[in-house]
């Protein structure tokens, strides 16, 4: 062992300076003390905020009583809080996993096993977008090509189109086709939405190709659009998709959601995780989709997106800084001039945790608990920070 290194951990995130020590509600607190505004929610995970009283109560009710036990055994609760998320999306069956990518992983493993189970051997391909971001695993990289260079080779039957474009798509159908996946809002990728229409559009090419729609709503969903889904913003459903992030407000927690028909052929040995959904992460998960759906919740989300997104619009005329706001109710991009890099971190030594993303942005994505007034401290420091820019 060498003892002259620095850090033992394997320098794929660069350097990081700040340890935070403390969460609270909308706040993090750093080892100097220092208190700072969280809009970037650990890359839009922590949905109800930091040390939610009622998670962290359930939380340590559950480490008293049971951690783990494998799913070779029964859990009621898992079993209850399944039938929550089918009752409250178009799912019928769902799989529990630790992450989103191993959500995608699954979904595509869904959809394979969908067209195996008919006999259908030639459907193997999935077409993805371009921009797309669905994480760090090989069939990931292999999906949407970003962050694959020196990975390679790279597993075959992935087919990148243009997003947002209905024409390019289409040519790009055949009878190989096995499924469409896609991002609903595009995160990574510069926070862009996907048209609802060109949406509904793919819904229709599915149906009439047999071919499933897979969305990934692992950041998009959990209330982060202003509705529990975001698809729900539009006029279809899905036929499998992968949730994570939100769902567990900073718990391990994600699942593949599919309808009875999409999961088909995830016949017993299909697939496993050791510990995907196990009792602490469905005890948490509970309590986060109780709060979620409860009717008057995504109502004020949905309200204090609106407010949110109307005050950066009078910042884009107000500020030459700003290109262009986009996205869609907590998940929102500030197009800039300058480097986005060097702005996120004045934003961050000016007290607002921020994320960035592709296309020089500037990416928020507050707690959805946030208030009015955390609303309004945040547009203080934007604007502090794009005058000092100025
Ligand atoms: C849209 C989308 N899909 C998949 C993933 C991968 O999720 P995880 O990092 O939990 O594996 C991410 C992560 O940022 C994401 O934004």
């Not at 008057?296 to 309200?303: L, P, R, T």
């Not at 869609?328 to 960035?356: D, H, W």
Request: with cysteine; aromatic share 10%.
């Amino acid at each position: 062992m060498n003892q002259n290194v620095s850090s033992y951990i394997m320098p794929t995130y660069g350097e990081r300076s700040i340890e935070f020590v403390k969460g609270e509600g909308c706040y993090l607190i750093d080892k100097n003390n220092k208190k700072y505004l969280d809009f970037g929610t650990g890359i839009a995970v922590n949905s109800l905020g930091h040390c939610h009283p009622i998670l962290v109560k359930k939380l340590q009710k559950q480490a008293a009583k049971l951690w783990h036990t494998s799913n070779l055994y029964y859990n009621s609760e898992q079993e209850e809080y399944a039938k929550i998320l089918c009752n409250n999306s178009f799912a019928e069956k769902i799989f529990f996993t630790n992450s989103g990518v191993e959500a995608i992983e699954t979904g595509i493993k869904v959809v394979r096993s969908y067209h195996y189970s008919k006999k259908n051997l030639k459907k193997k391909n999935i077409i993805t977008f371009e921009g797309a971001f669905h994480g760090r695993t090989f069939a990931a990289l292999s999906a949407q090509k970003k962050y694959s260079e020196g990975f390679e080779p790279l597993l075959p039957g992935f087919i990148q189109v243009p997003f947002n474009n209905i024409e390019i798509l289409e040519k790009n159908i055949d009878q190989n086709t096995a499924a469409i996946m896609i991002e609903p809002i595009q995160g990574e990728g510069g926070v862009i939405a996907a048209d609802l229409i060109f949406l509904e559009k793919i819904r229709k090419i599915c149906y009439q190709n047999d071919i499933l729609f897979f969305l990934d709503e692992v950041q998009s969903g959990f209330g982060r659009s202003g509705k529990l889904f975001s698809y729900e913003w539009a006029n279809f459903e899905p036929d499998v998709m992968a949730t994570a992030k939100g769902i567990g407000s900073g718990f391990p927690l994600g699942a593949c959601m599919a309808t009875e028909k999409a999961a088909a052929g995830m016949i017993k040995g299909t697939h496993g995780s050791t510990f995907g959904g196990n009792p602490l992460a469905i005890s948490v998960g509970i309590e986060v989709i109780k709060i979620m759906i409860d009717k008057n919740f995504m109502i004020q989300v949905d309200k204090k997106a609106r407010y949110f997104w109307y005050k950066l619009k009078e910042f884009e005329k107000q500020f030459d800084e700003i290109i262009e706001i986009r996205g869609a109710g907590f998940l929102l991009g500030i197009k800039t001039k300058n480097n986005n890099i060097e702005i996120n971190n004045l934003l961050t030594k000016n007290g607002l945790l921020c994320l960035i993303a592709s296309d020089n942005i500037i990416r928020l994505a507050p707690p959805l608990i946030v208030n009015k007034n955390e609303i309004d401290s945040a547009l203080q420091i934007i604007k502090k920070t794009l005058k000092e820019i100025d």
